[in-house]
């Protein structure tokens, strides 16, 4: 049994976005990743440790279902269902202002079961999955003291509270690179219905260079636009034309060596060129 304790442990896992990317940044060398690079800002770095995985995917949902509902498995709060809510201790802040006027418990309406041989509770609500449990991780300890929804989305996907930190996509890409130069190497796939709170600081670079920002995909119609070359220029032409508009940036970049934005902005024709 480890002698860490509990408080430690969560104290450890709501910082783990921030942790990780400190390694990444002492890891890597970022003149190694610079987008006027021959293979440009993604390409694929060396690592401490051999990747496991050639991509990831993260999925955020904003206002999902509860965890009470989905995988803590809370059998006192069915008990105490409709009875006033106690004192919570060590909650402060925000929080604490919340929850000094008088609230009832509600108990999950759901049933919950033991699944795999993990033993991994889970409530009906999910049947299919309740048969990957062993293939699945679940991390029960984080906390946070916001429960407003701004904070919070920015707190999941960037590790930080406040504007301005880079997200979890940044840091994979300016960590691990990509595989495939001929493709964005950090894609944002927005749901239909809209963007959620904090909009594109959600997929920010942050602090990174602006190369490592998400590329946001139409839900409908061309993912991206104007992938297509006009009526009238061929490929020829257009090569042409790319390669005097780069050699006037990179000029412009030879004097601004500082500015992020001008050496993503040169990647990013390169890459519409190839795709």
Known sequence: MSSVSSSNRREFLSRAWNGIGAMALGGVAI?????????G???????????????????????????????????????????????????????QGRLSFPHVTIGSPFEFAQHGQSGRW???????????????????????????HGPSTLHVTTGSQFPGSPSVGSWVGYGLGSGNRNMPGYMVIQDPRGAPVNGAAVWSNGYLPAAYQGTLLRPSGAPILNLGSPRGVDRIRQRRELDALQWLNNRHLAKHADNSELEARISAYELAFRM
């Open 31 to 39: 003149d190694d990743l610079r987008a006027g690079s021959a293979h």
């Open 41 to 95: 800002p993604f390409s694929a770095s060396s690592t401490h440790f051999p990747r496991k995985a050639k991509s990831c995917i993260f999925l955020f949902m904003q206002g999902g279902v509860s965890q009470m509902d989905s995988f803590e498995y809370k059998p006192r709060l069915r008990e105490l269902h409709g009875k006033p809510l106690s004192r919570i201790p060590d909650i402060s802040g925000e929080l």
């Open 122 to 148: 889970l409530s009906d609500r999910f049947p299919n999955l309740a048969g990957h449990v062993d293939d699945l991780a679940f991390i029960h300890g984080i906390k946070t003291d916001n429960q407003n």
